[in-house]
């Protein structure tokens, strides 16, 4: 291999790490190693010939894929994504550090296409995207120079520098293609493959709609600044749009894990809330006073959500674009959404209409019995005993309000909120409830739903989406991925379902707040743009196919105004070529000691030269000039020299 294509080979595996790092996927603690020893391969390639380091650096890499086959074995499917590109990494690493004179890179281009491919599917669109451009810039030069250097040791500094420069049109024009094929082809972004359950069940509360919330995953919170959704307000203005967005409500409780409310366990489909219904406008709304009304109009983004949040107090919800999409009213008040082939692949438009009026619900005994179920693997003590305590320092120990109330705000003032694979983060309920580990929003709303069980108080987790940014550019509320919350709903006994919210707003919104410095609006700017640009579907096609034949008829002096200017782009281009190899042609002539007479062809200047005194570096040069000349004068676009 060429000594001058390292560096490539350096910048293709660095793009591997981006690619793998961008789907959130590993641990940037195992990345980072493996970028150390991308960045010192010039330095550790000099070290091959020495047996030593060949027994340590093969023992090392071995070693490092038995632990990663030992944690896929021993964890099963959860981890695989995370383990196979973790792999993939390594060899590509592992590559680039064995290249040598005798080694072709071969190897190291299909392992990058394979790195390159396979994030797709994981990795953030925008996120993705970005790298690919990158990704095109450095691969198209380092095959062409490849190509160029086989056989060779390496190519002069100028020569190699040719070769990169003569390949970047090609590597734009890649680029170009595939955005291209995009137009002509339209891909749909919001793509769900057959791991994406499994992916659901290891990042939990990523997307704010999972259907089981496990308490005892160990993986770090995916803390996403992707844009999911933008909640605008007629009038302009914060406050009027609500905080808490519901995806899903959870009433089972098996003291692991929470399952979503069912409703063949509550004996009706709307025990625990009013029922949806469908006006003659296709609208969906349910019985609340119409006092106090607010309305929000939300863009939402992911097209993989399966649910359209909506606050609590939600009254109707009204769809811009209801064609191919089912909604189903769920058994906790919710809406879920089913999209068909025939769904707009871009944004989800709706407006909600939210009251100010309370959520009131009859409780029948079986909906309080369940709503109040304690998990048959038993309540740790502290939650028995805290309850009790808590109920005595209130004036009337049968207030379940007051109760509720008082178990949120002891647990928002003497529990510590953290994010899982934080330092000392609690590694299980029990840890979080004695106060020895700090926990996440799961943990606080699941101690509040035990400490209202144990005294009577029937309750429900929620999970959704705490609104809090508000851009005032957009005049909106933007919610991203990191936005994802849980919290407690209790049922009164006049009915009343109650917000409750007892993990520490300072600390939440600390942690799941977006830089503000000029990169990260930057980079929210763009994301907000991708998201039209993911919603390029058939139809969009076919309006800007439609746009484009009628523009030269209805701008005919525009387009004919383009060809014109094209027109003397191209010919001034040629002649200031033509001029300068004239310009060439005397300049060698001079050097040689002769003048281009009148009338006289360079090849007639040629002979004459080789007849005089001038030295064979200048004729050289002389012949060069005359053959360009001729290139320049008599060659057209396309021909091979003879």
């Known amino acids: 291999m060429a000594e001058c294509l390292l560096p490539l080979l350096l910048l293709l595996t660095g793009l591997d790490l981006a690619f793998v790092h961008a ?38 890499v071995l070693i490092a894929f038995a632990l990663i086959v030992q944690h896929a074995t021993t964890t099963g499917l959860v981890h695989m994504l995370e383990d196979g590109l973790a792999l993939a990494v390594l060899c590509q690493v592992h590559l680039l550090n064995n290249v040598g004179a005798r080694q072709r890179p071969d190897l190291v281009f299909f392992n990058s296409l394979l790195v390159a491919f396979v994030t797709s599917l994981f990795a953030p669109d925008l996120t993705w995207s970005l790298l690919f451009v990158l990704h095109a810039l450095v691969l198209v030069p380092s095959l062409e120079l490849h190509a160029v250097t086989r056989g060779q040791s390496c190519l002069t500094r100028a020569a190699a520098r040719a070769v990169v420069r003569g390949s970047l049109p090609h590597a734009v024009a890649v680029v170009l293609a595939t955005a291209i094929v995009f137009v002509v082809w339209p891909r749909d972004f919001q793509r769900r493959g057959w791991f994406n ?185 502290f939650v028995h005993d805290l309850a009790a305590q808590l109920r005595r320092d209130l004036p009337a120990p049968d207030d379940q309000l007051s109760l509720a109330l008082a178990a949120r705000d002891w647990l928002s003032e003497h529990r510590r909120y953290a994010l899982p694979g934080t330092p000392g983060f609690a590694q299980n309920l029990g840890e979080f409830l004695i106060g020895t580990a700090p926990g996440h929003c799961e943990y606080f709303a699941t101690a509040l739903a035990l400490l209202l069980r144990s005294s009577g108080v029937p309750c429900r987790l929620v999970g959704g989406y705490l609104a809090h940014e508000w851009s005032a550019a957009d005049r909106a509320m933007l919610v991203r991925g990191r936005d994802a919350h849980a919290w407690v709903e209790a049922w009164l006994p006049d009915g009343e379902w109650l917000t409750l919210d007892a993990t520490p707003p300072a600390d939440v919104l600390a942690d799941s707040r977006p830089t503000n410095s000029w990169w990260g609006g930057v980079v929210a700017d763009l994301e907000l743009m991708w998201a039209t640009v993911t919603g390029f579907d058939a139809g969009q096609r076919a309006r800007w196919l439609a746009a484009l034949v009628r523009f030269p008829q209805e ?18 281009r040629r002649r200031r070529r033509t001029l300068f190899v004239v310009q060439q042609l005397h300049r060698a002539a001079r050097n040689a000691g002769m003048q281009l007479r009148d009338g006289e062809t360079p090849r007639e200047l040629l002979g004459r030269a080789v007849l005089s005194a001038a030295t064979p570096a200048r004729l050289a040069a002389l012949r060069a000039a005359a053959l360009a000349h001729e290139r320049a004068r008599y060659m057209k676009p396309g021909d091979r020299e003879p």
């Not at 789907?23 to 010039?42: E, K, Y």
């Not at 330095?43 to 023992?59: A, P, S």
């Not at 105004?561 to 191209?570: D, E, I, K, N, Y």
Request: with cysteine.
């Open 23 to 60: 789907t959130g996927a590993v641990d940037l603690r195992l990345l980072l190693p493996m970028l150390v020893l991308t960045a010192a391969a010039p330095w550790l390639r000099h070290l091959q010939r020495h047996f030593t380091y060949r027994l340590l650096w093969n023992g090392g």
């Open 197 to 381: 359950e499994l992916l659901e069940a290891t990042q939990q509360f990523a997307s704010g709609a999972a259907e089981r919330i496990d308490l005892e995953h160990e993986n770090g919170a995916p803390l996403s600044d992707a844009v999911v959704a933008q909640l605008v307000p007629p009038s302009g203005r914060a406050e009027d749009v609500p905080s808490h967005w519901r995806s899903t409500a959870f009433s089972t409780f098996d003291g692991a894990a929470w399952l979503p409310q069912d409703a063949s366990e509550l004996g009706s489909r709307f025990a625990t809330d009013p029922a949806w219904e469908r006006d003659r406008s296709g609208a969906w709304v349910r019985s609340l006073a119409e006092t106090g009304l607010r309305r929000v109009r939300v863009r939402l983004l992911d097209g993989s959500q399966r649910r359209l949040p909506s606050p609590l107090q939600a009254r109707r919800v009204d769809l811009q674009q209801a064609a191919g999409l089912l909604v189903d009213p769920r058994s906790y008040g919710g809406l879920g959404l089913l999209r068909l082939a025939d769904a707009p692949a871009g944004a989800l438009e709706y407006t909600v209409e939210c009251s100010a009026a309370r959520v009131v619900v009859a409780p029948g005994a079986r909906a309080r019995q369940h709503m109040t179920a304690l998990p048959s693997s038993g309540v740790p003590p």
């Open 555 to 572: 701008h005919a002096l525009a387009v004919a105004s383009l060809l014109v200017a094209a027109w003397a782009v191209v010919y001034l």
